[in-house]
């Protein structure tokens, strides 16, 4: 797969991480399960991003 296709999903992931964190250590600390959750919102994102490029490519 081309690096051009996953640069949207760089260009959300990035800046997504980096002011969460700065919110998170700023405002309020998180829990484990808000960490855990977190965690969760950005793989599944990348796994339906990774899927959905994937199925446009096959239907080429």
Known sequence: MKFKY????I??????IIISLI???LDAPLTN??????VALLISAC???YIGI???R???
Do not use: E
Request: no cysteine; aromatic share 22%.
């Open 33 to 38: 399960a808000q960490n855990y959750g977190f």
């Open 6 to 9: 996953w640069l949207p999903l």
């Open 11 to 16: 260009g959300w992931v990035i800046p997504t």
């Open 58 to 60: 096959n239907d080429k």
């Open 23 to 25: 919110m998170f250590r």
């Open 47 to 49: 796994v339906t991003y």
């Open 54 to 56: 994937r199925q446009v």
